[in-house]
C-alpha cells in the first residue's frame, strides 16, 4: 500500500552515473521509483543493485518520444554528459536536450507533477564572470562542437521557465558543476575518470592544454543531497540553482593529486586543449547555501578515495 507520503518519482537518465546514485537515494527515502534510460551512455550494471526491489522499475525508452505515466515528481536527467559521448551524436544530444524536455515537461503538466531539470554549468559557456553566479548569462559559442550540449541546455531551461509562466507548472533548474564519483563511465573522457584510469593502469595522464584550466569537483553524494532538497522547496522557487562544489583547482593540481593518491609511476603528458574548453570554472552557490542550508561536504582527496577504489573494483572484477 503507498504511504501519503511514499511519492511515485520518474528519473530520466536512471541508469547513468548521476542517475543511479539519485534513485537509490530516492528508494531509501522511501518512494517508488521508476527508471527510464535509453542506455545511451547509461549501464544496467550501474542499478543492477536496484532491480528486484518491490519499489523500483525500470524501463527502457528514448525521452525524444512522448511518454504517459502518472507520477508526482519528475527528475529529468537524460542526456550524455561527457564531451565525448555528447559529441557522438550531436544532433541527437540537442533532441535529447529539446524534445526530451517538452515531452517531460508536457507529461508534468498533464499530470500536475514536479519537475527537476539538470542543467549544467555549461550554459555559462567559457565564462567572463567568475566565480559564476545564477544571474550571468554566459557566454556560448552557439555554432561551436559543444554547441549541441550547451545550446540544447539552454533551450530546455527556456522551456522550464516558460512552462512555469505560462502554465504555473512546479519546476525546478539546478545547473550542475562538474561532478565525480563511483558509477563514472571509466572511457567517457571526463577528467577525473580518465586520469585515475590512467592512473591505475601506470599509463601516461594526458593533460589538454597546460593544465592550468580550473574547475570545481563536486563529489556525487553531495549533488544529490542537493538535488533533492530543492526538489521540496515552495513552487515559487524555481531557480536557477547552481549546484557543485565552489573549492577550485588547476587540471594539473587534480593529476598530481590522483598521482599520489594511486601511488602511480604515470608521467603527464601534453595533449591539444579540445576547442572551446572553459579556462576557468566555479561556482557561486550562496543561493543554494541559504535557501537550502545545504553545503557540499567532500573534500576532493576524500572523493577521490572513493572513486579510486570504485575504479579499482571494477578493474578486479572485469
Ligand atoms: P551519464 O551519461 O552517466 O547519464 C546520462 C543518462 O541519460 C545515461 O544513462 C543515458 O543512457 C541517458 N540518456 C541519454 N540520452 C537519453 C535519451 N534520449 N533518452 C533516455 N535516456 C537517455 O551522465 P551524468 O553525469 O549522470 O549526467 C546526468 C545529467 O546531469 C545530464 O543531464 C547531464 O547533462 C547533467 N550534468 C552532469 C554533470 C556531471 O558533472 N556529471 C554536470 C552538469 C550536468
Ligand atoms: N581534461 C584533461 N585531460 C583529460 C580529460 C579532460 O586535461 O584526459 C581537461 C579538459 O580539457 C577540461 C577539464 O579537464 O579542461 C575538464 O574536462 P571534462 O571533460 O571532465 O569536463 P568539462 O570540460 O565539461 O568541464
Sequence with gaps: MRTWTRKRVVVTGGAGFLGSHLCERLLAEGHDVLCVDNLFSGNRDNIAHLEGRPHFEFMRHDVTFPLYLEVDEIYNLACPASPVHYQHDPVQTTKTNVHGAINMLGLAKRVKARILQASTSEVYGDPEQ????????????????????????????????????????????????????????????????????????????????????????????????????????????????????????????LAQKVIALTGSSSQLVIKPLPSDDPKQRRPDITYARTLLGWEPKVQLDAGLVATIDYFKKLFQTG
Excluded at 190 to 216: H, K, M, W
Aim: hydrophobic share 30%; charged share 20%.
Design 130 to 253: 567568475h566565480p559564476q553566479r545564477e544571474d550571468y548569462w554566459g557566454h556560448v559559442n552557439p555554432i561551436g562542437l559543444r554547441a549541441c550540449y550547451d545550446e540544447g541546455k539552454r533551450c530546455a531551461e527556456t522551456l522550464f521557465f516558460d512552462y512555469y509562466r505560462q502554465h504555473g507548472l512546479a519546476v525546478k533548474v539546478i545547473r550542475i558543476f562538474n561532478t565525480y564519483g563511483p558509477r563514472m563511465h571509466p572511457n567517457d573522457g571526463r577528467v577525473v575518470s580518465n586520469f585515475i584510469v590512467q592512473a591505475l593502469n601506470n599509463e601516461p595522464i594526458t593533460i589538454y592544454g597546460d593544465g592550468s584550466q580550473t574547475r570545481s569537483f563536486c563529489y556525487v553524494d553531495d549533488l544529490v543531497t542537493g538535488m533533492m532538497a530543492f526538489m521540496k522547496t515552495p513552487d515559487d522557487c524555481p531557480g536557477p540553482m547552481n549546484l557543485g562544489n565552489d573549492h577550485e583547482f588547476t587540471i594539473l593540481q
